[in-house]
């Protein structure tokens, strides 16, 4: 199984960036496929998460409203649209692929219930 996290960057408070997570090795629909950031100091946050078969997404309070994660089945790739950044987004950014249950259960942003990580990118706001 791998994840490839990519679309990091340096960008302007304000501005948006598009991270995306292409993903092998694992059933993409039986999956919950979720973004995580971990910023100098600071423990990894969970800040979104998708079911690919059915498309339900959930969100962190920090992100919500302003991030947007959404799957594309044929290409097996997750991604999460960032908009509105600020400086407080600046963090590396992991994507992880875990079981169905994670939602369900309402474990979604915990890192230890996922299986598989991506490489991380980073994503730097300057204000």
């Known amino acids: 199984v791998q994840l490839q996290a990519s679309g990091g960057g340096l960008v302007q408070a304000g501005g948006s960036l598009r991270l995306s997570c292409a993903v092998s090795?694992?059933?993409?629909?039986?999956?919950?496929i979720a973004w995580f950031r971990q910023a100098p100091g600071k423990e990894r946050e969970g800040i979104a998460c998708?079911?690919?078969?059915?498309?339900?997404?959930v969100y962190s309070d920090s992100v919500k409203g302003r991030l947007t994660i959404a799957s594309d089945n044929a290409k097996n790739t997750v991604y999460l649209q960032m908009n509105s950044l600020k400086s407080e987004d600046t963090a590396v950014y992991y994507c992880?692929?875990?079981?169905?249950?994670?939602?369900?259960?309402?474990?979604?942003?915990?890192?230890?219930?996922?299986?598989?990580w991506g490489q991380g990118t980073l994503v730097t706001v300057s204000s």
């Open positions: 998708i079911v690919s078969d059915n498309d339900d997404t």
């Open positions: 090795g694992l059933t993409f629909g039986n999956s919950a």
């Open positions: 992880a692929a875990g079981p169905l249950g994670t939602v369900i259960a309402g474990v979604w942003s915990s890192p230890y219930e996922y299986d598989y």
